[in-house]
């Protein structure tokens, strides 16, 4: 099992910056991707950006250049930083634990991030 820990989030006016973190704990391997997803309402759940331990990241294009994932591989610790939000990036964001050798994934709770025009 892997427990995830989601911070971060809130409401911030359009052109603002927040950051998401989400920490991994319990049987987490060696190797493993941690992401971020969103889903707006009426939308289906997207990838954002996800990191591997090896440092390999994959980012939506609609966020590139605006968003950067980072991790503390000694933490199992990923960061979202989310600079010149815009109010299409309005979702609940979901972080996702996935073993590379194994379709097992494990989802957190969500956090909400609203962003004002």
């Known amino acids: 099992q892997v427990q995830l820990v989601e911070s971060g989030g809130g409401l911030v006016q359009a052109g603002g910056s927040l950051t998401l973190s989400c920490a991994a704990s319990g049987n987490t391997g060696s190797a493993n991707t941690i992401g971020w997803y969103r889903q707006a309402p009426g939308k289906q759940r997207e990838l954002v950006a996800s990191?591997?331990?090896?440092?390999?990241?994959n980012v939506a294009d609609s966020v590139k250049g605006r968003f950067t994932i980072s991790r503390d591989n000694a933490k199992n610790t990923v960061h979202l930083q989310m600079n010149s939000l815009k109010p299409e990036d309005t979702a609940v964001y979901y972080c996702r634990f996935a073993y590379p050798w194994s379709s097992q994934t494990y989802w957190g709770q969500g956090t909400q991030v609203s962003v004002s025009s």
């Open positions: 990191i591997s331990n090896s440092g390999n990241t």
